[in-house]
């Protein structure tokens, strides 16, 4: 089982960036497939990012372009640089972790980070 904690987040004018981080803990890291999703109020969560265990990366919609994805297993972390911020992008961001064990799918998530754009 692994335990996910989430930092970074805050408020930010329109065009700032921000740097997400996800520390994990009490599993080997590297055997996850990593993941940033948010969820902006009334609306349902989305996944904004993924990463393979190899490093393979994956955005979705507008984070296309502005944000980044990436992994660092010596420290078990993974982050979420995210640019050009927009009002848009005001959410709670959730780090989350998969491990596959056959064909069970285990599933972890952070307690997440408020993300707050706003002038």
């Known amino acids: 089982q692994v335990q996910l904690v989430e930092s970074g987040g805050g408020l930010v004018q329109p065009g700032g960036s921000l740097t997400l981080s996800c520390a994990a803990s009490?599993?080997?890291?590297?055997?996850?497939?990593m993941g940033w999703y948010r969820q902006a109020p009334g609306k349902q969560r989305e996944l904004v990012a993924d990463i393979t265990r190899g490093g393979t990366t994956n955005y979705v919609g507008s984070a296309k372009g502005r944000f980044t994805i990436s992994r660092d297993n010596a420290k078990s972390t993974v982050y979420l640089q995210m640019n050009s911020l927009k009002l848009e992008d005001t959410a709670v961001y959730y780090c989350?972790?998969?491990?596959?064990?056959?064909?069970?799918?285990?599933?972890?998530w952070g307690q997440g980070t408020q993300v707050t754009v706003s002038s």
């Open positions: 989350n972790a998969k491990q596959w064990s056959g064909t069970i799918l285990k599933d972890y």
């Open positions: 009490g599993s080997i890291f590297s055997t996850y497939a």
